[in-house]
């Protein structure tokens, strides 16, 4: 018996000895060792923003890694813009009142490839600047597109 517990002292020893390597990482990170960058980017462009009028949010997701990233979309939603006003009041939601479809959707990007799509709709704010808010309607999403915009009358 005592021969047992010996033997199994010595098995739970040497395991954990293994697990210690000698390949010198302690775990600290050099400081030349940035963490990765966010594999996709989102960015929107759009011609001149004017009160009442029809506008177009065209979106660029570039997958800026080496290796391909699949995009699940829970929806038939691509993605959604925010206009806020200066009191942090929401003037302008795209998705607002549309209806999508309930069904997931793959999407997958190969290194360096662009997904573009456009959203189209009328822009019922009064003139004035807002701070835009564009984001990706899918997982994993690449951080929002946020920037300052001017609707004129």
């Given at each position: 018996?005592?021969m047992?517990?010996?033997?199994?002292?010595?098995?739970?020893?040497?395991?954990?000895?293994a697990?210690?390597?000698?390949d010198?990482?302690?775990?600290a990170r050099d400081?030349?060792?940035a963490?990765?960058?966010?594999p996709?980017?989102?960015?929107?462009?759009?011609?001149g923003?004017?009160a009442?009028s029809?506008?177009?949010?065209?979106f660029?997701?570039?997958n800026q890694?080496?290796a391909?990233?699949?995009?699940?979309f829970?929806?038939g939603q691509?993605?959604d813009?925010?206009l806020?006003g200066?009191?942090e009041?929401v003037v302008?939601r795209?998705?607002?009142?549309r209806?999508?479809?309930?069904?997931?959707?793959e999407?997958?990007?190969?290194a360096?490839e662009e997904l573009r799509?456009t959203l189209e709709?009328?822009?019922?704010?009064?003139p004035g600047?807002y701070?835009?808010?564009?984001?990706l309607a899918?997982e994993?999403a690449?951080p929002?597109?946020?920037?300052?915009?001017?609707?004129?009358a």
């Amino acid at each position: 018996m005592a021969m047992r517990v010996v033997a199994l002292a010595a098995v739970l020893a040497l395991s954990a000895l293994a697990g210690c390597g000698d390949d010198s990482d302690d775990g600290a990170r050099d400081p030349g060792d940035a963490p990765p960058e966010d594999p996709l980017t989102l960015s929107v462009t759009w011609d001149g923003l004017t009160a009442g009028s029809p506008v177009e949010w065209r979106f660029v997701v570039r997958n800026q890694s080496d290796a391909a990233v699949s995009l699940t979309f829970s929806s038939g939603q691509d993605g959604d813009v925010v206009l806020v006003g200066d009191a942090e009041q929401v003037v302008y939601r795209w998705s607002e009142g549309r209806m999508f479809t309930q069904a997931l959707r793959e999407r997958a990007l190969a290194a360096g490839e662009e997904l573009r799509f456009t959203l189209e709709g009328t822009l019922d704010v009064p003139p004035g600047t807002y701070s835009l808010r564009a984001t990706l309607a899918a997982e994993p999403a690449p951080p929002p597109a946020v920037e300052r915009v001017v609707v004129d009358a």
